[in-house]
């Protein structure tokens, strides 16, 4: 995978000077492409200043641009599904505010998908047929995007989403299914593997969901351990859908050096706290995916035990010391503070760790139809090519979480991970990985699929 364009070294860190919100391409016509977009980000600035009228005037007579929006409202996931909602909303003003992606606003429609699987492929096929979407977008939960993806490919419809699994990367969907803004669960735990190694020790019990996503995390992370010298004692898998977890720790073996959990569903809480009044005083280290911790309050009773141990994060739930100017007109613009809870109701926690993707996933989205010159449902390919000629993805108001670098072959984006340790009850950065920790190597090349 190429690491960047650029003839000189990018500085990716979560410090880093200010970037833009364009996207570098890779392909032979990326000079015209980054000239578009060049010329499309100076337009917009002189046009935030305008009133609508002016911005759109020039198109008076366009459709606005239709993302049919695949949101988890209900089912497990409908904790994410309320922060994607609100984020999602909040990058399409920004992005309407500054005059829209080729002069033609963004309209969200948005459909409920349960977290099913089967009434996700119905939620997309719903919007290509009867909604006349442009593109679809937004998903999480891994089993819903396996079994929608298909449908996308079908339907011939662009299906951009947000889900963390390892699916797309791997091969196993199409050319019509993109995951350009945030990074997927094989780049996430490769990179985690050698902290939990080196800081906490060597015998790893692992605890996930009995679901896609939680065996990305069983296979990955359990290679990963043993290529640092270390081992997987025992792998407990819980269904994504049990209420009550008491009966699985007992099975944790007494030579753990450390839990490593990740757990998704309404029963989160109830989890954390169980595994707190199993060990009590005498617990191993700990080390979660915040996952298991999304939309939870800290400060929540029976956490106190928490205290010491660490998570990964896609992206810091509390402003850090270094926090960046994007992290914080990002924030403001989500109506999130400084402890990551909603500005209006400071127990209304969000999930900080993967909202973001939507953020930037619908920047990016802008970035291709501008550059690829998109006027409609007949510009699909050329869309999906203009992405897949991505590679740098500089930290900017369009990427807040941090750089990331894209590859097109994969239909992957990769980035920074973070570690955060609770200290004095909050989460505090402990440790940034390269994006280069986070690179494996290609299993798919997308590219040279037809449409």
């Not at 080390?287 to 992206?315: Q, R």
Request: net charge negative.
């Amino acid at each position: 995978m190429k690491k960047t364009i650029h003839d000189t070294p990018v500085d990716n860190t979560q410090t880093m000077n200010k970037g833009d919100d364009r996207i570098d391409a890779s392909r032979p016509s990326r000079r015209k492409a980054i000239k578009t977009l060049a010329a499309t980000t100076a337009l917009a600035a002189t046009a935030s200043s305008m009133p609508l009228f002016g911005r759109y005037g020039q198109v008076q007579s366009s459709e606005p641009i239709k993302i049919g929006f695949q949101v988890h409202r209900t089912g497990i996931g409908a904790a994410y599904g309320r922060w994607y909602d609100r984020t999602t909303k909040a990058a399409v003003k920004k992005i309407n505010d500054e005059g829209g992606i080729n002069g033609r606003p963004i309209e969200i429609v948005a459909e409920d998908d349960g977290t099913d699987p089967k009434r996700g492929a119905e939620v997309v096929e719903k919007m290509a047929t009867q909604h006349g979407c442009d593109i679809a977008f937004g998903t999480l939960f891994s089993h819903v995007v396996i079994g929608s993806a298909p449908r996308a490919g079908e339907l011939k419809i662009p299906y951009f989403v947000v889900s963390e699994g390892h699916h797309v990367a791997s091969g196993m969907l199409n050319r019509y299914t993109l995951q350009p803004g945030i990074t997927d669960v094989k780049s996430q735990v490769q990179a985690m593997a050698p902290f939990v190694n080196s800081t906490l020790g060597k015998k790893v019990t692992m605890i996930y969901p009995d679901f896609a996503f939680g065996h990305d995390h069983r296979d990955y992370f359990s290679a990963a351990v043993e290529a640092q010298g270390g081992e997987v004692v025992a792998k407990i898998a819980i269904p994504p859908t049990e209420s009550s977890f008491t009966k699985y720790f007992p099975k944790i073996p007494r030579n753990t050096d450390v839990i490593y959990h990740v757990m998704v569903g309404p029963a989160v809480l109830t989890f954390v706290k169980e595994m707190g009044e199993f060990f009590g005083n005498s617990r191993p280290e700990i080390f979660g995916f915040i996952d298991s911790l999304e939309a939870v309050d800290l400060a929540s009773p029976g956490l106190e035990f928490l205290e010491g141990t660490y998570f990964w994060e896609g992206n810091p739930r509390y402003a850090q010391a270094n926090q960046s100017e994007y992290d914080k007109a990002y924030r403001a613009a989500v109506g999130v503070d400084a402890n990551g809870a909603s500005l209006s109701d400071s127990k209304d926690v969000a999930t900080y760790a993967h909202m973001f993707g939507c953020w930037e996933t619908l920047h990016i989205v802008k970035a291709g139809m501008e550059a690829s010159g998109y006027a409609g449902a007949g510009d699909r390919s050329k869309l999906i090519e203009a992405v897949e000629s991505m590679t740098s993805m500089p930290h900017s108001f369009a990427h807040p979480q941090g750089a990331k670098e894209f590859n097109g072959k994969t239909h992957q984006t990769f980035g920074h991970q973070y570690i955060t340790k609770v200290t004095n009850g909050k989460l505090v950065l402990a440790h940034t990985t390269s994006i280069e920790d986070t690179y494996y190597p290609d299993e798919v090349d997308y590219t040279t699929q037809s449409f």
